[in-house]
């Protein structure tokens, strides 16, 4: 397939292997997230309020578990469903059911599309407007760095509609530059982290043990199981530094060769950035938290000081400040200089993640729309730049949205990622459904990877979605908000969606549940 063409533009096969790997990686972006997101982890507490900081990276363990068991599953479909498109899991779910040989389970195709495309867009179109927040915070704690004043939520606001836009422009441009884009960041932010983590682990062998009151006491410490329920809690967390494998699978209509090259970049991706880079950097950054990493708040007339990972919790840079650390007593007091230099890599990265997120985003939303499933203001592309560009455009209004819920505290960042990490688990559970059911009488059919393999994954993925109804539900004050944060936004998605399916479906007289529709 060397070109797909619409009702507007012609869709150019410009993407090899390493292109639509480097796309989904870009998502996952190997570095970033260990600056934006340790803050999250770093104070997350059990239902009972106690802190649940020691589990950070046994709980991307347990995440990373289910995002490999979730990722041979789309490899497996990627396989047998190269024309896909931009439809991705969506188009995986109507091609379980009407690729049955008993035509009884195609009036099934219609529902599991539709709740599959219901959790792609909960997940894909709340996931840019968390990574437009978590760039407003970063570029309001540099500003306090040079001058010592903390931007307020209208300011920090104003910050993310300007970078939402900002990237919706370049999305708009094409996937062509936005690739380009991707690879230099991916390479730049590598370096960037991993450097950073072996000077994480220098500092703590070149200070003697009585010299600070490590977090950890040892390398095994770090690693270990503390409490199951704390695995539980930060693997809801977790999921977000690792979701976007799959994102490559909406690239099928860019890529040369998509039967080859999106199941193997589904995995490489995964690994390149999941296995190898956050294992490494979460070990590193966890290994060198001491009572030398030190917050303080001013509340009022109330000043607050806490150490170690009490620190990291509170503070809105946890890795800004532990470069600061480093570089100050590792490399002759260039402490300062080397957390800029960190954060305009981490701020290159958010801007490829968010970029990834939005071309991922509206692929999906264009492909539910060409099929009548969603408003046919997002089924359109651009006739330069073949690109869904209402659809971007859209995308960035909702982002900039949700981020404004986002900069206002840690609650409210926590919130919206619940709420995008929410639909990830739906999606990724309902797709190693799809996987058992697409390959159930195919003669390829493989026990184990067809359906040994995504039975856990649906099963890991199920444990997730309880742990986030149960655990922060019954939690503390903060946590309660933020699963209300997260079902607030669900709430409205689902029940949007529901009226416009049922509208749309009355007047086009097809049956939510039967096969008197159109094929993708």
């Known amino acids: 397939m060397s070109e797909q063409k619409t009702n507007t533009a012609t869709i150019k096969s410009t993407l090899g292997l390493t292109g639509v790997t480097v796309n989904a990686m870009a998502l996952i972006a190997p570095g970033a997230f260990l600056w934006i997101t340790y803050q999250m982890q770093a104070a997350a507490t059990s239902p009972g309020g106690a802190s649940v900081a020691s589990d950070i990276w046994s709980g991307i363990i347990f995440a990373l578990i289910l995002a490999f068991l979730t990722a041979l599953s789309y490899a497996e479909l990627a396989k047998i469903y190269p024309e896909a498109g931009f439809g991705s899991s969506y188009y995986f779910a109507e091609k379980a059911f009407l690729d049955q040989e008993n035509k009884t389970h195609h009036k099934w195709a219609r529902i599991a599309k539709l709740l599959t495309g219901w959790a792609a867009h909960l997940f894909y179109w709340v996931y840019p407007g968390v990574m437009v927040a978590m760039m407003a915070i970063l570029i309001g704690y540099i500003y306090t760095q040079f001058t010592g004043r903390t931007l307020d939520n209208t300011e920090l606001t104003i910050i993310a509609v300007v970078f939402a836009a900002a990237t919706g422009y370049i999305a708009y441009r094409g996937v062509t ?12 932010q590598l370096i960037s982290l991993i450097g950073f983590s072996v000077a994480a682990i220098i500092y703590r ?19 270990k199981i503390h409490s199951l329920q704390g695995v539980l809690i930060q693997s809801t967390l977790a999921i977000l530094i690792l979701v976007g494998f799959e994102s490559s699978t909406a690239f099928a209509a860019e890529a040369k060769n998509p039967k080859r090259d999106i199941p193997k970049a589904v995995i490489i991706s995964l690994v390149i ?86 071309n991922t985003a509206v692929r999906v939303s264009y492909a539910m729309a060409q099929d009548k499933e969603m408003p046919a203001l997002l089924n359109s592309l651009h006739g330069r730049f073949a690109t869904p560009h209402r659809a971007i455009w859209v995308l960035v209004v909702v982002s900039s949205l949700i981020a404004a819920v986002g900069v206002r505290s840690v609650v409210g960042l926590t919130g919206i990622t619940l709420a995008s990490n929410f639909g990830t688990f739906v999606l990724y559970g309902l797709t190693c459904v799809w996987t058992i059911i697409a390959f159930s009488q195919r003669k390829e059919h493989s026990v184990v990877k067809h359906m040994i393999i995504p039975a856990l994954g649906l099963l890991a993925n199920l444990a997730m979605l309880g742990a986030i109804l149960y655990l922060y539900i019954i939690g503390n004050s903060d946590a309660r908000s933020e699963a209300y944060i997260c079902f607030g936004i669900a709430g409205i998605w689902a029940v949007g969606s529901a009226l416009y399916v049922g509208v749309n479906s009355k007047r086009s007289g097809r049956p939510i549940i039967g096969v008197q529709y159109k094929q993708l």
């Open 205 to 223: 062998l070149h200070n003697p043990a009585h010299a600070a009151a490590w977090a950890f006491t040892s390398a095994w410490d770090v690693v």
């Open 273 to 358: 950035q999941g296995l190898f880079a956050y294992l490494f950097e979460y070990f590193s950054a966890n290994y060198m938290v001491s009572e030398k990493l030190i917050n303080t708040t001013v509340s009022g007339t109330v000043t607050t000081t806490v150490t170690g990972l009490a620190a990291a919790g509170a503070s809105s840079a946890p890795m800004g400040d532990m470069a600061i650390l480093l570089g100050n007593s590792l490399l002759g007091g260039i402490g300062f200089g080397l957390m800029i230099s960190i954060a305009v890599t981490v701020a290159l990265a958010i801007l490829g993640t968010t970029l990834s997120a939005m």
């Open 177 to 188: 530059g936005s690739t380009l884009t991707a690879l230099v960041i991916n390479i730049i």
